[in-house]
Each structure stands twice: as structure tokens, then as C-alpha cells.
Nanobody, 126 residues
Framework: EVQLVESGGGSVQAGGSLRLSCTAS????????MGWFRQAPGKEREGVAS????????YYADSVKGRLTISRDNAKNTLYLQMNSLKPEDTAMYYC???????????????????WGQGTQVTVSS
């Protein structure tokens, strides 16, 4: 069993920055692929980014490339999402997810991740 707790969300103006964190416990965190997903009101949950267990590779949705950066610190069991140049369309609930490494760097599908946090809200105003 893996427990995930997100933090760092908030309200910012367009062009601003936020850093989300996700702390994991309950399993060997360093073995898992980690990812960030988001869900805007009235929309389906979509994948944002993923990172391999050894930080040797990352994968991003086209909509966030160049603005959002995923990273992890296995010594601290923590996942991060640095969000720069934020846009109003980035407004959503952001979820941390963990799963086996099979598809970690090739796709962002919810079904590939078995563990989820409760989410942290990010609101970007224009």
C-alpha cells in the first residue's frame, strides 16, 4: 500500500509560479513510476508528467512542455512539480500518482497508476 499526500497548491496570477510536492509512504517509493495528473471542472482527468523511478527519464504532455518540470527526491520520498509561466488553463485539481514502471515514459494513462493522492488545487487568474 502506498499513501500519497500533495501540497503546494494555491492561487496565482498568469505568468506566476508554484511548486507542488507529493510525499509518499508505505512502500518502496524509489521502485515506482511517479506522475502528476490534473482535472479541471467539467473535464476529464489528464496526464501532465511522469518520471522514472531513478529520475533517469521524464515524460510530459505537450500542453505543459517547457513550462512544467517534474522531479523526485527518493531520499525524501518526495515528488515535485515546478510550474512556471502559469496560464489560466492550468487551473485544475492536481493529483500525484504512483504505479509500476512498465509504461512510465511512453504514455500518461490513469489506468497505469494504482495509487493516488487526494489532490491540491491550483488556480491561475488572468
Amino acid at each position: 500500500e502506498v499513501q500519497l499526500v500533495e501540497s503546494g497548491g494555491g492561487s496565482v496570477q498568469a505568468g506566476g509560479s508554484l511548486r507542488l510536492s507529493c510525499t509518499a509512504s508505505g512502500y518502496n517509493y524509489s521502485r515506482l513510476c511517479m506522475g502528476w495528473f490534473r482535472q479541471a471542472p467539467g473535464k476529464e482527468r489528464e496526464g501532465v508528467a511522469s518520471i522514472r523511478r531513478d529520475s533517469g527519464g521524464t515524460y510530459y504532455a505537450d500542453s505543459v512542455k517547457g513550462r512544467l518540470t517534474i522531479s523526485r527526491d527518493n531520499a525524501k520520498n518526495t515528488l515535485y512539480l515546478q510550474m512556471n509561466s502559469l496560464k489560466p488553463e492550468d487551473t485544475a485539481m492536481y493529483y500525484c500518482a504512483a504505479g509500476p514502471p512498465a509504461y512510465c515514459l511512453t504514455r500518461l494513462r490513469q489506468d497505469d497508476f494504482g495509487y493516488w493522492g487526494q489532490g491540491t488545487q491550483v488556480t491561475v487568474s488572468s
